[in-house]
């Protein structure tokens, strides 16, 4: 099975981009996905298939992927986007890996 | 998306038997695929496994000798069990499917994450 790393924590001023990374053998084999997780709350999908934006998730966030690594970038960071996130693959036989989640600080 | 609720006991004692349940509605059970993911306070996600619609499983190689998941058709629900259980089980419980599916470039028929998930239960184990 896979590993994925994430930074522990990013920090940004609102209105700035915000950009979380994944690094693992994973990809670029497989998909990429990520969450996002506020305090209480399940997570909720942002990103799926690398790329892709769920119906009802703002245009500011949008994924990236780079050999090993894949990044989520939230442009124009809003103070509501203050979360978790976990990046998410699964291998060939469909076992699911996640990040070890990434505190996102808005200043 | 489908709805998601899991259910079952708060409260586990050492050695016991985890048990909780998810039910579907919105979706039948006989379609998709649905994962149990848990989260210990403070931590990050780790998936349990997942019970495919034909009945057939697949387990975190990590828990696979303490974890059952099972369908149930005629209640539209899906269930999770795990045994032998210890203070390090203690967290949040969530069950996961997405109704999104792919074929990968082997043919196989794929999962694209986790699009609905359930409000998640907290299990404490302690005596």
């Known amino acids: 099975s896979y590993e994925l790393t994430q930074p522990p924590s990013v920090s940004v001023s609102p209105g700035q981009t915000a950009r979380i990374t994944c690094s693992g053998d994973a990809w670029p084999k497989e998909y990429a996905y990520w969450y996002q997780q506020k305090p209480g709350q399940a997570p909720v999908f942002v990103i799926y298939?690398?790329?892709e934006r769920p119906s009802g998730i703002p245009e500011r966030f949008s994924g990236s992927s780079s050999g090993t690594r894949v990044t989520l970038t939230i442009s124009g960071v809003q103070a509501e986007d203050e979360a978790d996130y976990y990046c998410?693959?699964?291998?060939?036989?469909?076992?699911?890996?996640f990040g070890g989640g990434t505190k996102l600080t808005v200043l | 998306q489908v709805q998601l609720q899991e259910s079952g006991p708060g409260l586990v004692e050492p050695s016991e038997t985890l048990s909780l349940i998810c039910s579907v509605s919105?979706?039948?059970?006989?379609?998709?695929?649905w994962s149990w993911i848990r989260q210990p306070a403070g931590k990050g996600l780790e998936w349990i496994g997942r019970v495919y619609s034909s009945g057939s499983t697949n387990y975190n190689s990590s828990l696979k000798s303490r974890v059952t998941l099972s369908l149930d058709t005629s209640q539209n629900r899906f269930s999770l069990r795990l045994s032998s259980v210890t203070a390090a089980d203690t967290a949040v419980y969530y069950c996961a499917t997405t109704t999104n599916y792919f074929y990968d470039s082997s043919g196989h028929y794929r999962p694209a994450g986790f699009d609905s998930w359930g409000q998640g239960t907290l299990v404490t184990v302690s005596s």
């Open positions: 298939k690398d790329n």
């Open positions: 998410q693959s699964a291998d060939s036989s469909g076992s699911v890996v």
């Open positions: 919105g979706g039948s059970i006989r379609s998709y695929y």
